[in-house]
């Protein structure tokens, strides 16, 4: 099972709600399937300059430290976390302008080094 909550989770008045609710949704798809190899993938960061974001919550420090708590969440639940931005930001930790038409979601060519990096990140 691969399951991403992504930039609209940006919205959480913090992460402890934010962990709790995801560490649940993981264990609820766990029961339903204990045989099931779960992955979860990391949230984008986002470009330079995000249109019609919400810079205050919508910004990568904030992408930092949601990844840090799903990092958590893997390793104490034995999820496999899927850190696909390896493959998706410039060497300044931003999705690259030519990466995306509106510097939050990837274009075609982006969203197949994703499946590149997934069909390569698999046990």
């Not at 962990?19 to 766990?30: P, V």
């Not at 204990?34 to 300059?49: E, K, L, T, W």
């Not at 104490?76 to 899927?82: A, Q, V």
């Not at 931003?94 to 197949?112: V, W």
Request: glycine share 6%; aromatic share 14%; hydrophobic share 30%.
């Amino acid at each position: 099972a691969y399951v991403m909550m992504g930039y609209n989770e940006l919205g959480w008045p913090g992460t402890s709600g934010f962990k709790q609710y995801y560490t649940r949704l993981l264990n609820e798809i766990r029961k339903v399937n204990p045989d099931a190899i779960i992955y979860v993938y990391c949230v984008i960061p986002v470009g330079r300059n995000p249109k019609d974001a919400d810079l205050t919550v919508e910004n990568n420090t904030r992408i930092a430290e949601f990844n840090e708590v799903i990092r958590e969440i893997c390793k104490e639940g034995r999820f496999h976390y899927l850190n696909v931005q390896e493959v998706m930001i410039d060497s300044e930790g931003y999705l690259p302008d030519h990466a995306s038409t509106d510097g939050i979601h990837p274009t075609t060519e982006y969203y197949k080094k994703w499946l590149e990096y997934t069909k390569s990140h698999t046990i």
